[in-house]
């Protein structure tokens, strides 16, 4: 009899702990090169001069308000290299269709791409794409991966925070991951909720030039939220991290979804909000800078790197307690992005 551990499950594509326990307990024998302490948003080779990342999305519904796939593969690999301090400039483009996919979607989608593309003067070189049988696939999958050269000086990683440093959200939270649940699940929840999928291009590029080299790491909040990236810098650096969870943005309609749902937004996928973290001199500058900007106008200090134990991640809630924030155990929302 074949048991739950030893088959792959939607959990393990969470963003979770299943997912990170797959990735350095299985996958990572496939590098050569890479150990856990590389899984990073995006590589950096070329002595550090270029960025590289590779992403699949298979959301569902592959239309949904705010975007589309074609949008989200777009946006989701430009973010994971300007996450990295580098400005993507060439991008290959995967797909794998379903037979009988409607020939004006896949038409629609394409738009979606050149638009988002265009956008951050990205380029679509090459790409390759397979058709698979009806019960193959669920409509369309997309895999992009991208190239692009650093302007960031140190490169933002996560394994450079430092105790003192000071955590910054740049909006509200799960916004993306409620309007695919609702869309999905055609759930009314008084209010429409739009997905924020957006490029983080300019935003990146904002913060960097703000922190002036104190710029210690970004991170792009997709699966498992905010709870696994302060988790996985946490580990990566070998610090703690507590938050106030008050002073986190949470939209009303989403937060009300959480609370019907038994979710924590915490925990709920964007596609267009980050979390930096930076060094103390420089965080005033950095959310004066942040709340310039447009995907930027929400942004709050939230909490605080500390020296206590090592990958431990913690919430003050607005009683003055303390909890836990931990790696989502599994997948709460499957084909999110």
Same mark, same amino acid.
């Given at each position: ?34 150990? &856990?302490?590389?899984? &990073? ?15 699949? $999305?298979?959301?569902?519904?592959? $239309? ?14 430009? +973010? ?6 580098? !400005? ?22 394409? !738009? ?24 193959? =696939? ?20 996560a394994t450079a925070a430092r105790p003192g440093d000071q955590i ?13 649940? =609702? ?47 302060? +988790? &996985? ?19 009303? &309609? ?15 996928? +964007?596609?267009?909000?980050?979390? =930096?973290?930076?060094?103390? +001199? ?27 134990? =090592?990958? !431990? ?25």
């Amino acid at each position: 009899m074949t048991r739950r551990n030893d088959i792959i499950t939607l959990g393990h594509g969470g963003g979770g702990r299943l997912m990170h326990d797959l990735i350095v307990g299985e996958l990572l024998a496939a590098s050569d090169v890479m150990s &856990e302490g590389d899984l &990073e948003d995006a590589a950096l080779i070329d002595d550090g001069r270029t960025a590289i990342s590779t992403d699949g $999305f298979t959301v569902k519904p592959i $239309f949904f308000p705010g975007g589309d796939i074609g949008k989200l593969a777009v946006c989701g690999t430009i +973010n994971d290299l300007a996450m990295r301090g580098a !400005r993507p400039s060439w991008l290959a483009i995967g797909m794998i269709i379903q037979e009988g996919f409607p020939l004006e979607d896949l038409r629609r989608i394409v !738009r979606s791409i050149r638009t988002a593309c265009e956008a951050d003067g990205v380029h679509v070189v090459t790409g390759d794409t397979k058709v698979v049988g009806r019960s193959a =696939a669920d409509g369309i999958f997309i895999t992009t991966t991208g190239v692009g050269r650093r302007f960031a000086e140190p490169p933002p990683s996560a394994t450079a925070a430092r105790p003192g440093d000071q955590i910054i959200v740049s909006g509200s939270l799960g916004d993306h991951g409620v309007c695919i649940l =609702a869309a999905r699940e055609e759930l009314s929840l008084g209010q429409s909720v739009e997905s924020d999928c957006a490029s983080l291009l300019t935003l990146a590029e904002t913060i960097v030039e703000a922190a002036g080299g104190h710029l210690r790491t970004m991170r792009d909040m997709t699966r498992g939220g905010m709870s696994a990236a302060l +988790n &996985e810098i946490a580990m990566a650096s070998g610090v703690s991290m507590q938050i106030e969870e008050g002073l986190v943005p949470v939209r009303r &309609e989403v937060r009300g979804a959480c609370e019907l749902l038994g979710m924590s937004p915490l925990e709920i996928a +964007n596609e267009g909000k980050l979390v =930096a973290v930076v060094a103390p +001199n420089a965080a005033d500058d950095v959310l004066a800078a942040m709340l310039e900007h447009d995907l930027g106008r929400e942004a709050t200090i939230c909490g605080e790197v500390g020296d206590g134990p =090592a990958g !431990r991640v913690s919430a003050r809630t607005t009683l003055g307690t303390s909890r836990l924030i931990d790696l989502p155990a599994g997948e709460l929302l499957p084909r999110i992005c």
